[in-house]
């Protein structure tokens, strides 16, 4: 069984730029998580999606991210404008069910 | 609000030496826990869970934990390090099914294992 995928791996931009992460879960989980991890930290969840739909956004900077799961399959996660503080490990996540999440590499964002 | 807290920031053990990692939750009811392993540069692998049942959990690479209800505490153990098992480790608490927050995790910030030979 494939586990989740996410890409790219790493990503440096300049402050105000904007930039996309992607990831695709595992076949057949339905819940999709996505978190921020910043050095030192452990992970906080930005946004949970069941299939297509937003069960729990309430941590994600709606200001400046968003995140979306069209076909209830991959997500998108995007940062306009990014700033320096959220330079952090973007991780994705999916579960079947109930708690037991599995994790991707992450992506590593540095905002110069 | 459910919460976790991992006293220790760094731990640094001999390898073949035994290896204790603390972890303290906040939550309302019983709940479900989980230890995590990050390698540099990796995502989260899962160590093992805890749902209900026997309080003594077995997981993968040798690890034990064990949950204790009267301390609210699910510490990690392992009876013989390896240089291989240096990693970040992170203990989680979600809710259990029926709750509202169920299928969300709570992290502790994590501790950082040290295995020197």
């Known amino acids: 069984e494939a586990g989740v995928a996410q890409s790219p791996r790493y990503k440096i931009i300049e402050k105000r730029q904007s930039v996309a992460f992607w990831c695709n879960p595992i076949s057949g989980h339905a819940t999709l998580y996505w978190y921020q991890q910043i050095l030192g930290q452990g992970p906080k969840l930005l946004i949970q999606?069941?299939?297509?739909?937003?069960?729990?956004d309430s941590q994600l900077p709606k200001d400046r991210f968003s995140a979306e799961r069209l076909k209830g399959v991959d997500s998108t996660l995007k940062i306009q404008p990014a700033k320096l503080e959220d330079s952090a490990v973007y991780l994705c996540a999916s579960s079947r069910q109930g708690n037991e999440q599995f994790f991707g590499p992450g992506t590593r964002l540095t905002v110069l | 609000a459910q919460s976790v807290t991992q006293p220790d920031i760094h731990i640094t053990v001999s390898e073949g030496a035994s290896l204790e990692l603390r972890c303290n939750y906040s939550?309302?009811?019983?709940?479900?826990l989980f230890w995590y392993v990050q390698s540099p540069g990796q995502g989260l692998q899962l160590l093992l869970k805890?749902?209900?049942?026997?309080?003594l959990v077995q997981g993968i690479k040798g690890f034990e934990a064990e949950f204790k209800r009267s301390q609210s505490s699910f510490n990690l153990r392992k009876p013989s390090v390896h240089w291989s098992d240096a990693a970040e480790y992170f203990c989680?608490?979600?809710?259990?099914?029926?709750?509202?927050?169920?299928?969300?995790?709570?992290f502790g910030q994590g501790t950082i294992l040290t295995v020197h030979p």
């Open positions: 939550y309302g009811a019983t709940p479900y």
């Open positions: 805890y749902f209900s049942g026997d309080t």
């Open positions: 999606f069941q299939n297509n739909g937003v069960v729990d």
């Open positions: 989680a608490v979600g809710g259990n099914a029926g709750g509202t927050s169920y299928g969300k995790l709570t």
